[in-house]
């Protein structure tokens, strides 16, 4: 019976494991600034991107999905390199409205990589943490547009 539980244990957290890819939750920030100026800065943040979802009365901002070539990744036992090896990213930023007068931006991004996976379908996109590279980028990004809009940005 020891060993029946530990194997459900294992089985357990295999599958819980994959959702702790998205634990690390959006990166919040208030900007000392109207809703417009922080608005159209978080629309300047991303601009690199295509942007799938647009609502400014929601204050919402979704990109496309974006594939980042990753190669001489591998897979298996014998370490095996992904033909097409690749990861995939997109970011949301949502803006709000506060009491103050000020404006809550916050922002994450969603990464998934393209890795072996077994059976009928041998490989599929499986969720990975969001690229500190990227969060940084995101955050230096819109420091700078805010800033080029007079206004200034505070963690929360």
């Known amino acids: 019976m020891h060993q029946f539980g530990r194997m459900l244990?294992?089985?357990?957290?295999?599958?819980?494991?994959?959702?702790?890819?998205f634990?690390?939750?959006?990166?919040?920030?208030?900007?000392?600034?109207?809703?417009?100026?922080?608005w159209e800065s978080a629309l300047d943040t991303v601009k690199?991107?295509?942007?799938?979802?647009?609502?400014?009365?929601?204050?919402?901002?979704v990109?496309?999905?974006?594939?980042?070539?990753?190669?001489?990744?591998?897979?298996?036992l014998f370490g095996r390199e992904i033909a097409e090896s690749k990861d995939?990213?997109?970011?949301?930023?949502?803006?709000?409205?506060?009491?103050?007068g000020g404006t809550q931006i916050s922002f994450i991004e969603e990464r998934q990589s393209w890795v072996f996976r077994g059976g009928s379908r041998l490989f599929g996109w499986?969720?990975?943490?969001?690229?500190?590279?990227?969060?940084?980028?995101?955050?230096?990004?819109?420091?700078?547009k805010l800033k080029e809009r007079g206004c200034s940005l505070a963690s929360r």
Not at 10 to 21: D, E, H
Not at 48 to 55: E, I
Not at 88 to 100: H, Q, Y
């Open 9 to 21: 244990l294992i089985t357990i957290m295999t599958a819980w494991l994959p959702g702790c890819a």
């Open 126 to 144: 499986a969720p990975t943490d969001p690229s500190a590279n990227v969060m940084r980028d995101l955050l230096n990004r819109l420091d700078t």
């Open 63 to 76: 990109t496309d999905w974006l594939e980042i070539p990753i190669p001489g990744r591998t897979y298996g």
């Open 48 to 61: 690199d991107r295509s942007v799938g979802t647009q609502d400014k009365d929601a204050g919402l901002i």
């Open 23 to 38: 634990l690390g939750g959006m990166h919040e920030f208030a900007a000392v600034c109207d809703y417009e100026r922080a």
């Open 88 to 100: 995939r990213s997109r970011v949301t930023l949502r803006v709000k409205r506060l009491n103050d």
